[in-house]
């Protein structure tokens, strides 16, 4: 007849062994985590402090009432947000559309909000796997910028309201890999609820309650044999 702690013991052992690499990334990736502050991956610290809008209580009698309004300052004029059942639009104060920015414009807008240099601006239209403004309604400025320690920053900019959706640095690239071995999802870095990390996640409370368990056996078999003794 097997010993049932010898089975349990074999099968800590093995498991244990099979999920080593993914614990030990988990311990590395949080360690990397709790060295580093959120906001300044994320490039808070880059930004100018925000102003108060003069024209916050304005209300745009054009937009039904099922719709959700957000308003937004470009440059000196008021756009207009509208998210709707037929998607997101973009209105000057009268109610007509807006133009995209043009480009000097969207430098312009870096400038008076960041305290960052554009140095080059490209349109993006097409969604990316993994990329830097994953999650963004496209389209999309990205404009190059430099801080001013000379570092290469990359600014997602909303091309009708202005609004800034992301800065991007070096920092933020170190996070977001390391964030996507934590959850193990290496391609898209942004699924935490994927079927590997759950079977990883279970194995690994399975190592620890078998760890558990052969901890206080050992301390059990241990008192007796002093007991014993005695």
Not at 37 to 53: C, M, S, T, Y
């Amino acid at each position: 007849m097997n010993n049932p702690m010898f089975t349990i013991k074999k099968f800590h052992k093995y498991l244990s062994l099979f999920i080593s690499i993914q614990l030990l990334l988990w311990t590395i990736s949080g360690i990397f985590f709790s060295f580093n502050n959120i906001e300044l991956v994320r490039g808070e610290h880059l930004k100018k402090p925000a102003f108060q809008e003069s024209f916050s209580v304005y209300e745009a009698k054009f937009v039904s009432d099922s719709a959700t309004i957000t308003y937004h300052k470009r440059l000196s004029d008021l756009v207009v947000e509208v998210r709707d059942s037929s998607g997101i639009k973009y209105f000057d104060q009268t109610g007509n559309l807006v133009n995209k920015l043009s480009l000097d414009d969207a430098k312009n807008i870096i400038t008076q909000r960041t305290y960052l240099s554009p140095t080059a601006i490209i349109e993006i239209t097409e969604p990316q796997e993994g990329s830097e403004f994953r999650g963004r309604s496209l389209p999309l400025y990205k404009v190059e910028s430099l801080s001013e320690e000379g570092k290469v920053i990359n600014i997602y900019l909303n091309p009708y309201s202005g609004k800034v959706e992301a800065l991007r640095s070096n920092q933020w690239r170190a996070w977001d890999f390391f964030w996507g071995l934590h959850i193990m999802d290496w391609d898209q870095r942004e699924d935490f609820s994927n079927t590997l990390l759950r079977i990883f996640s279970i194995l690994a409370l399975f190592s620890a309650l078998s760890g558990i368990v052969l901890f206080f056996r050992m301390r059990y078999r241990s008192s007796k044999k002093t007991d014993s003794s005695v």
